[in-house]
């Protein structure tokens, strides 16, 4: 004889199964913690700080605002510790920086532009500052540009007369920076973003060299 169970017995175990369901599948969760400004500071610091090497693909947009121009340029990048960058632009165009020497080759105009900086800013390269990511709350005062957005940082640099006027960084959650856009005081701003991020590659150190074409104007 088959007998059937009563409609409650029923109800209270789908009740259960129910239960079970979301319990396993997650969608009941504990409340996600919202990172403080001086825990993602912490966070950008650390990664870069046990960070060795990395490539990544490049886009830069320059918005010229005292000419009304806009100006966009791709590119490779490769970073390599202690303080050894090269950007290749896809126009022909490269950023080679040595400890704190940098040179510029243009393949359009035939020449290398070599010259020593006291500090990232003063190169006029923002992917330099990836060098110093650090070191943030030495260099800066930070501030969160919305507690919506903890991963959004405003830096402001401590040092007088600073020809930046802040910079803007956007990280994720491991304390990689995605994004960064650099706001002069002349009103012009640079915004610079990283795909394809590749950490602890391994990179040769003659991947962060250049020897120019014959013929190739030598300016120091």
């Known amino acids: 004889m088959i007998r059937h169970q009563s409609s409650g017995k029923r109800s209270g175990i789908v009740a259960i199964v129910l239960f079970m369901l979301i319990l396993f599948t997650g969608v009941v969760s504990a409340p996600v913690h919202a990172q403080t400004m001086q825990e993602v ?12 090497d ?17 100006q966009k340029y791709a590119g490779k990048l490769f970073i390599k510790k202690p303080g050894r960058l090269r950007l290749e632009y896809t126009n022909g165009q490269l950023v080679l920086i040595d400890g704190r020497s940098a040179l510029f080759y243009s393949k359009k105009s035939e020449q290398v532009v070599k010259k020593t900086f006291t500090d990232f800013e003063h190169m006029n390269i923002p992917v330099a500052f990836l060098l110093g990511a650090a070191h943030i709350r030495d260099d800066f005062e930070v501030q969160q540009v919305d507690p919506k957005t903890p991963r959004v940082l405003e830096l402001f640099p401590n040092k007088p007369g600073a020809a930046m006027k802040k910079l803007r960084l956007h990280t994720d959650g491991s304390g990689r920076i995605t994004t960064l856009m650099i706001f002069d005081r002349s009103g012009n701003t640079t915004e610079v973003s990283f795909a394809d991020i590749r950490e602890g590659v391994g990179l040769d150190d003659t991947q962060l060299t250049f020897t ?3 013929g190739t104007e030598i300016i120091e």
């Open 54 to 70: 990395l490539t990544a693909q490049v886009v830069q947009t320059n918005v010229l605002k005292s000419i009304g121009k806009t």
């Open 41 to 52: 500071v912490a966070l950008v610091e650390n990664h870069y700080r046990d960070l060795n």
């Open 212 to 214: 120019a074409p014959k």
